[in-house]
Structure formats: structure tokens, C-alpha cells
């Protein structure tokens, strides 16, 4: 009931107990319901009692059963604070999630504290998912040795942001640009978008002389390093941004590369973003840490429901109304969880 009410666009508990018995006699077509649909009350206290960590794990378990798209698939991993769930003497709460870009799906979640534990919640993440043949991005704060290790551990390839967190290599990779030392040839390409008022260019280099770093010793299979230079004209303003990464993808091309670090970005615009304006995570206000957790499950459950809903078109507010006032549209989503579960 939550999850259908959830993709139907209600925004807390109470309404979707609410929604439960605006809509019970449709809920009693597929569920056994002798007593009835429950109050709130009893909605807020079964995920008060659901065991987070078991409900995650359920939760990754159903994407693993689904017939899935995974070689090649850039799987971007990111971190998200849930507003207006903290409290004086709480920490507001921190979701690490997974978003895979060919699925359009959450893959898996972990929650966290705060941003700072995205660093050791990211190698559990990846060791509860199935990733082989992926391309794992993950920005500056999950530059870590480690996270490289648990990525190649699953037979997948990393592709991580390189900033001054990693001084060292930072440094080194802005210098190996800046002044190539002789070696094979850098790969290049450049594209440029038009709209808004707006130009962006972007230019990217590839380097496969990795030989050559001696931060390169530290971080395994690296096979390629990536510079990106961005360039913004928004009416008479210019900014300019570079950024670098490390790879261990073996001799992409310059395409390739800047493609698979645009991709990243998909998790801020396609889950974060829709999570709040579609879903209204940073506005639900549950203090109670555990129906915080288990509420930020629920809504990736119902958000890749609506995805893998075979009439979604691509519009997920769309989607969710649809899930509201069709029944039949309704009827795919539920007899799609059932058949899934």
C-alpha cells in the first residue's frame, strides 16, 4: 500500500493511509484486507519497527531479481542529506545511494550520519551490489584506495574525481597535462551545447601513460588518467572549471571518457532532484530516525517502480499522476512489485 501510495504522489504516511482507503476496495482486489486498511498510526509504526539494514538489504535483493542491463552500464554513486530530518541532538540523516544509468534505477542505498561516513559506507555499498562489467563513478570524496579496490573486487571499472583531498595526485595529474612527458599521444575531443542563454564547451584529454605517475603505484589497475576543461558562457559571463580523474578502464576514447563523466551527474538530476520536487524527501520532517530510513527506502522503491513501469515514459511527475487517478496504470504497478517481489 505505501509503496503504490508513495508513487501515486502522497508525501507522508498519513496520506497514504489516507490513500489506502480512498482506494480500498481497488487494494482488496490483490490484498487480504478482513480488518480493513490501517489507521496512520499503525502505517508509522510497522516502519518504526522494520529493521533498516534488513529493509536495505530487501530492497537491493528485489533490483538483483530484476532482468537488468548491466554490461557497460555506468553505475554513479552519490551521497544525498535528507533535510528537516535532523534535530538538535541528531544528525540530520546521509543516503549513500547507487543510480544506474541504462536501468534508470536506484541499484541500492545506505544511510549514514553524515557526508564525512560517505567514505566507509561506500565500500559496503558496493559489496552488497552486483556490478560486473560496470563502469563505477563516484566523485572526489570517494577517491580512496579502498573504494578503487572494492570496485575492481566486483569485476567492475572505477572511474573517480580527482581533487585536493588526493593532493598528491592532484597535483601530479594537473602537471602530466599541463606538460605531457613523451609516451602515447593524448586522445582528445570536444563538444558544445547550446540553449538557455547558454554555451557550454567542454574539452577532454586521455592519457594511457599512467607509467609515468608516481602517484600511480597506489591505486589498482589504473590504466588511465582523464582531464576535462569546461567552459560557461551565460550572457556576457565566462567561468571556466578543470577537473581530473583517474581510471581503470584500459585506453577509452576521449568520447567515451567525457560521456561516462557527464553520466555521473545523472544521479543529482534524475534521482536527488526528483526525490525532493517529486517526492518530497528533504520535506517529509520525520525526526524519528528510523521512519527517516526506512522512508528513504520506500520512496526509491516507489521511484523505480514508476521507471520499470512498462507505460513510463520518461516523465516521472507524469508518471506518478497517472498513478493516481488510473486505475489501470495502478493495476501494471502493483501486479509489477508482486510479480517481483
Not at 521511484?303 to 498513478?323: T, V, W, Y
Amino acid at each position: 500500500m505505501t509503496v503504490v501510495a508513495f508513487a501515486s504522489g502522497m508525501k507522508s504516511l498519513e496520506a497514504c493511509a489516507h490513500f489506502a482507503r480512498l482506494q480500498e476496495k481497488w487494494f482488496a482486489k490483490y490484498l487480504h484486507l478482513p480488518h480493513g486498511v490501517p489507521s496512520h498510526d499503525v502505517f508509522r509504526q510497522v516502519f518504526k519497527t522494520i529493521d533498516v539494514e534488513a529493509f536495505q538489504r530487501g530492497f537491493v535483493a528485489w533490483t538483483q531479481v530484476l532482468q537488468l542491463e548491466t554490461e557497460g552500464d555506468v553505475v554513479s554513486i552519490d551521497g544525498k542529506t535528507v533535510r528537516h530530518s535532523g534535530t538538535p541532538t541528531q544528525k540530520a540523516l546521509h543516503v549513500v545511494s547507487a543510480w544506474s544509468k541504462a536501468n534508470r534505477i536506484v541499484l541500492g542505498q545506505i544511510s549514514t550520519d553524515e557526508k564525512s561516513n560517505e567514505i566507509t559506507a561506500i565500500p559496503k555499498l558496493i559489496e552488497s551490489l552486483a556490478l560486473e562489467g560496470c563502469i563505477v563513478t563516484i566523485d572526489a570524496m570517494g577517491c580512496q584506495t579502498e573504494i578503487a579496490q572494492a570496485v575492481i573486487d566486483k569485476g567492475a571499472h572505477y572511474v573517480l574525481s580527482v581533487k585536493d583531498n588526493q593532493k598528491a595526485l592532484h597535483d601530479e595529474l594537473k602537471s602530466h597535462f599541463d606538460a605531457p612527458v613523451p609516451g602515447p599521444e593524448l586522445r582528445t575531443a570536444e563538444t558544445a551545447d547550446k540553449g538557455h542563454g547558454r554555451i557550454e564547451v567542454r574539452r577532454v584529454w586521455v592519457s594511457d601513460d599512467v607509467e609515468s605517475l608516481v602517484e600511480a603505484e597506489r591505486w589498482p589497475c589504473l590504466s588511465s588518467v582523464i582531464r576535462v576543461d569546461s567552459e560557461r558562457i551565460l550572457k556576457e559571463k565566462t567561468t571556466q572549471e578543470t577537473r581530473y580523474f583517474i581510471s581503470s578502464l584500459p585506453k577509452p576514447s576521449a568520447e567515451e571518457a567525457l560521456n561516462i563523466v557527464r553520466s555521473h551527474w545523472e544521479v543529482e538530476t534524475k534521482l536527488h532532484w526528483c526525490l525532493d520536487v517529486t517526492m518530497n524527501e528533504d520535506g517529509a520532517c520525520l525526526r524519528d530516525r528510523q521512519l527517516a530510513e526506512n522512508g528513504s527506502t520506500i520512496r526509491r522503491i516507489a521511484m523505480n517502480a514508476l521507471r520499470l513501469h512498462p507505460d513510463f515514459k520518461g516523465n516521472l511527475a507524469q508518471a506518478s499522476r497517472s498513478a493516481a487517478f488510473n486505475s489501470e496504470f495502478r493495476e501494471k504497478l502493483m501486479l509489477s512489485l508482486i510479480s517481483n517481489a
